[in-house]
């Protein structure tokens, strides 16, 4: 009963953004929400299940981001033929290295030995790796750099991107999980932190992938939201939407946004329903039995850490599919926009100001922290501007008003404290 | 009679809903060595704490040379006067020998050096290693350490939790050398012991418990006897 | 081959800024690591806490410019530091009495205090910036140089010119003689000793009578004066701007832990092993190298290792090497 008051008080919410702002602005802000749910969803199941600590929820979005530039960019068959071979075989012959140099650290005995073989491994490897790879990026970045510069993806529908986000978030889960589980908890918080930076550096830097800051654009839509101009120019639609008496244009993009606030949900709700199965399982409860006396669980003879490990990465996973679905709605990477702020500790409070352990809790914060953060964001310098506008003008008004921004990370650490504090079970507690 | 210097009457309580104690009763003498024994799971160590104000007491009342100290925390009794020596972790592994005397005199505000010598000759190898990490040191050296430690406040009562859990049996007998020796200096010992026999050897009173509850009270050499305590307890 | 140059040029380029950026890294990681050894929690608002005393800084210094008073040829920004420490110890305490505090009665787990922590980063991030905007500011005054390439050339008669910037003087002078303050109020006085033990055995040191209050207490201080003096150390050597002291938590909570967590020696330790890592891996080597093999030799490329893009990712190589092989660092830290 109170949930669904909960839930009916989100529904005004957006609602009242329809009615006063725009309907536009609701369902933006309404999009972004589901998605912010279904990564709070994902860390959900870390935290909530595990009690896993992961700070590294902007890497797994990016990571995300990068599979529909994989995906769906269109081909760059020239980029492609004057090193994107080279550029695999460097990657390749790089993971290679690794390999042999941890064989090396496996069979050989400790010692000095071992060290010099380890140190000869590791830097001719490098070098060697050097020579193989930067010949072919310089390459495939001397194509077209204005408009291309990179391999290019494999022009395959937006859709098919978002299990591969998955995936690669999955990956990269996977190799920080082995490292840094079974350590004490913080480790696990600084090693996400440190991949999440490490993505976007890679994103930001490596031209030859998606471009760098100079940006991916022009992503096609996932199947089946159409494009404004192409509805637009539909005799069918036209013909509906004078029939209700709508403006073509602004009934487009709302259509267009309706059609992925649908597609989201259905995701958020596929999310949900297999969570919700996987935690009554037999496998959910063990879980939570870990959860909750990891020291008995281990005694029981359960698998801690592989535990933990396999609940990382399937979180992990989860936030890399909505990463994907997020960069396929705006059309666009931009590796600048990325900012732990926005992308790692908002989700966070999604989660504990909804309710560590629960999904609905997880879906309820993301709406809500969604839209608080969104409007803020919207109308923060209109109030910001009424509140000064007593005063004269100045520097310290002009500093207020340019303040407005920060106001949010401001109120987002109280609320986090406050809920921590006075509700650390969050708005829908755990059943 | 009167009353002893320390005494932990009808004591009866636990760490969750179930009870450990059932108004149990341990006290020492002071200069008196007293020894708790009984099988595992009997609540020796759990006595004492109750004794030391780390279990909260149902019912039941410790006295501390007549001042009923009940509602004290371990902190404020050791500023009565009472030390005690936990079974594990119970020295600063990381720090050296003298800093962890110095840590135990911590509450005085006086000079502390003379005690610091008294027990440098208690225990002559400390001094040797004063200056070395005490985590360094052979567990009967920590244990050295450990008492050293609490002797630090000058205590009236010195409270053992299994000092000898551990250490050979060479270490064993110096230890309780050094206990008696302790005592001798008019200090009142309480003391839990795996090692039985050898402990109510050299106490003044034996309580032997079982099941939270006194089973048999007597003085040490009386236990020793008594042939049900053999039997029961001592192995024959 | 031309060793003397190789060696100008390498101090020059590589030795004097690792050694200035270590030292800053170093301040910052033994704020992080006392807190861990104390409070036992990664504090994830440390990166946040340096903003803050820098920004505080900041504003004193130019209070003092304004009101004309200059520290001669060192920055002003020293004469304002006392300032600074004050505004941050006053955050700090600030923060446990209404924070922390709550959490250490409850005797929470480590991860719930990290999560409080990251609460605490928003606030103090916001607060930094709704102060002094995002924006870089650059508040170095006085003397530029100790002494200048040109002048160093002149005095010595060789090629390659070395310069010492007065901020990396400033900074290494200021990091020895905290460093060297800490560390006999650790070892020295009766409340430095009685934090070690508190770190070291909190039930053990409970029983001995310290007051965790207090020793909490002085940890925030402690913290508030190392955070403040790493943050305006770095400001001045580089510049200031809230969101790289932000991600200045990666090589810090790198350094702390290839130091191991909670061991003050460890975080200074660790501090230069991040730092010159850092240095080594971006440097380009190739003036250096020019000097030392036959011309026809000499490399063409630039000899990088890797772009300084990824100087981040060199802390994080170093922490992943650390938790796979000596999770409790170089020194022994609080468990793995």
Redesign the interface.
């Known amino acids: 009963m109170r949930n669904l008051f909960l839930f009916a008080l989100v529904a005004v919410l957006y609602l009242g953004t329809g009615f006063f702002q725009s309907w536009n602005l609701a369902l933006n802000i309404l999009n972004l929400g589901l998605l912010s749910a279904i990564m709070a969803l994902g860390v959900n199941m870390q935290w909530g299940y595990a009690g896993l600590f992961n700070t590294g929820i902007m890497g797994f979005a990016a990571l995300g981001g990068l599979a529909v530039v994989l995906v769906a960019a269109p081909p760059e068959p020239e980029g492609w033929a004057a090193g994107g071979w080279g550029i695999m075989a460097g990657l390749a012959f790089g993971i290679a290295v690794i390999v042999a140099a941890t064989q090396v650290y496996q069979r050989m005995r400790k010692g000095a030995l071992r060290n010099l073989a380890l140190f000869v491994v590791i830097t001719v490897g490098f070098f060697a790796y050097r020579a193989l790879f930067d010949p072919s990026v310089a390459a495939v970045e001397a194509v077209n750099p204005a408009t291309a510069g990179n391999i290019g993806g494999l022009g395959l529908p937006s859709i098919l991107s978002w299990p591969l986000g998955g995936v690669l978030a999955a990956v990269a889960a996977w190799a920080i999980g082995k490292v840094s589980l079974g350590l004490r908890s913080d480790y696990l918080a600084i090693a996400t932190l440190g991949i999440a930076e490490i993505v976007i550096i890679v994103l930001k830097n490596e031209d030859w992938l998606a471009r760098g800051v100079k940006n991916m654009i022009g992503l096609p839509r996932p199947w089946p939201v159409p494009y404004e101009v192409d509805l637009q120019q539909s005799a069918g639609f036209l013909e509906w939407a004078a029939g209700y008496g709508f403006d073509p244009v602004s009934a487009s993009t709302i259509v267009v946004k309706l059609l992925y606030a649908a597609l989201f949900s259905v995701v958020l709700l596929a999310v949900i329903w297999l969570s919700e199965r996987a935690l009554n399982s037999p496998w959910g409860r063990m879980m939570r039995a870990i959860r909750d006396n990891e020291v008995a669980a281990a005694a029981m003879g359960k698998d801690v850490t592989g535990r933990h490990l396999q609940i990382f990465v399937i979180g992990s996973a989860v936030v890399g599919f909505a990463g994907a679905m997020m960069t396929s709605m705006d059309g666009q990477l931009t590796p600048g926009t990325y900012n732990p702020l926005r992308f790692t500790f908002l989700i966070w409070v999604m989660v504990i100001v909804g309710g560590s352990g629960n999904n609905w809790g997880a879906v309820l914060g993301g709406l809500l922290i969604g839209w608080l953060w969104l409007i803020v964001e919207s109308v923060g310098p209109g109030v910001m501007s009424v509140i000064t506008s007593a005063m004269s003008e100045g520097a310290l008004k002009s500093h207020l008003i340019d303040s407005a921004p920060h106001m949010r990370l401001l109120t987002l650490g109280v609320i986090l404290l406050l809920v921590l504090r006075f509700s650390p079970r969050g708005l829908i507690p755990e059943k | 009679m009167a009353e002893p210097f320390l005494i932990g009457e009808r004591m009866t309580g636990g760490y969750g809903a179930a009870d450990i104690l059932h108004g149990c009763t341990i006290a020492v003498e002071k200069g008196e060595i007293a020894v708790i024994v009984g099988p595992n799971g009997a609540g020796k160590s759990t006595a004492m704490k109750a004794v030391f104000g780390m279990l909260h007491l149902r019912s039941g009342r410790v006295l501390l040379d007549g001042e009923d100290i009940t509602a004290l925390s371990p902190q404020d009794r050791v500023a009565k006067g009472m030390g005690f020596v936990p079974q594990t972790s119970n020295i600063f592994t990381s720090m050296t020998v003298e800093e962890n005397l110095e840590m135990g005199a911590f509450l005085r505000r006086d000079d502390i050096s003379g005690t610091m010598e008294q027990i440098y000759d208690l225990f002559p190898i400390l001094k040797d290693k004063r200056r070395q990490a005490a985590g360094e040191l052979s567990g009967g050296q920590r244990q050295q350490v450990a008492v050293g430690r609490a002797l630090m406040t000058k205590p009236k009562v010195l409270m053992l939790d299994e000092p000898t859990a551990g250490v050979s049996p060479i270490v064993m007998d110096e230890l309780f050398d050094r206990i008696i020796e302790i005592a001798r200096a008019g200090i009142s010992i309480l003391m839990v012991e795996q090692n039985a026999r050898q402990a109510l050897e050299i106490a003044d009173k034996g309580y032997v418990l079982v099941q939270g509850a006194n089973r048999f009270t007597d003085t040490g050499q009386a236990l020793m006897q008594d042939p049900d305590v053999r039997r029961s307890f001592l192995g024959g | 081959m031309d060793i003397l140059n190789a060696i100008v040029a390498f101090t020059n380029f590589v030795f004097i800024p690792a050694t200035a950026y270590g030292a800053q890294l170093a301040l910052g990681a033994l704020g992080a690591t006392l807190v ?1 050894g104390i409070l036992r ?2 504090n ?1 608002a440390q990166g946040d806490t340096m903003a803050f005393g820098t920004m505080a800084t900041i504003y004193g210094t130019w209070g003092l410019q304004a009101m004309g008073v200059s520290f001669g040829p060192l920055p002003t920004a020293l004469l304002a530091l006392p300032f600074g420490i004050l505004v941050t110890v006053g955050l700090l305490l600030a923060t446990d009495f209404s ?1 922390y505090r ?1 959490y250490r009665k409850q005797k929470v ?4 205090l ?3 922590s ?10 930094t ?2 102060m002094i ?2 924006e870089e500011q650059n508040f170095t005054d006085g003397e530029r140089f100790v002494f200048t390439a040109r002048e160093f050339k002149e005095w010595s008669g060789l090629n390659e010119g070395m310069a010492l910037k007065t901020t990396q003087a400033v900074t290494i002078v200021t990091a020895v003689l905290v460093v060297a303050w800490l560390f006999w109020f650790l070892q020295k006085t ?1 409340t430095g ?2 934090m ?2 508190f ?3 909190e ?8 007051n965790p209050n207090h020793v909490v207490r002085v940890t925030w201080i402690l913290v508030a004066i190392l955070a403040t003096i790493a943050g305006v150390l770095y400001g001045l050597d580089k510049s200031f701007k809230p969101f790289t002291y ?2 200045l ?2 090589p810090i ?2 350094a702390a ?1 290839v130091g191991g ?1 909670g061991n003050p020696l460890g975080a200074i330790a660790g501090g230069f092993v991040v730092a010159y890592s850092e240095v080594f891996v971006t440097y380009a080597w190739k003036k250096v190298i020019g000097y030392l093999v036959p011309a026809d030799m000499a490399p063409d490329g630039l000899v990088q ?1 890797m ?1 300084t ?2 100087k ?2 060199v ?2 190589i170093i ?2 090497i650390v ?2 092989f000596m ?1 409790t660092g170089l020194f022994k830290g ?3």
């Open positions: 861990y929690f990664s994830f924070v709550f787990a480590p991860t719930i990290v999560i409080v990251l609460g605490v980063m928003f606030v103090m991030n916001g607060i910036r709704i905007g995002v009766r000793k009685s070690r033990a770190s070291d055995n039930d053990l040191a409970l029983l001995s009578g310290i932000f991600q938590l990666l909570f790198a832990v967590l290792l772009s893009d990824y981040l990712a802390s994080f922490l992943i938790l796979l999770p609080k468990s793995g």
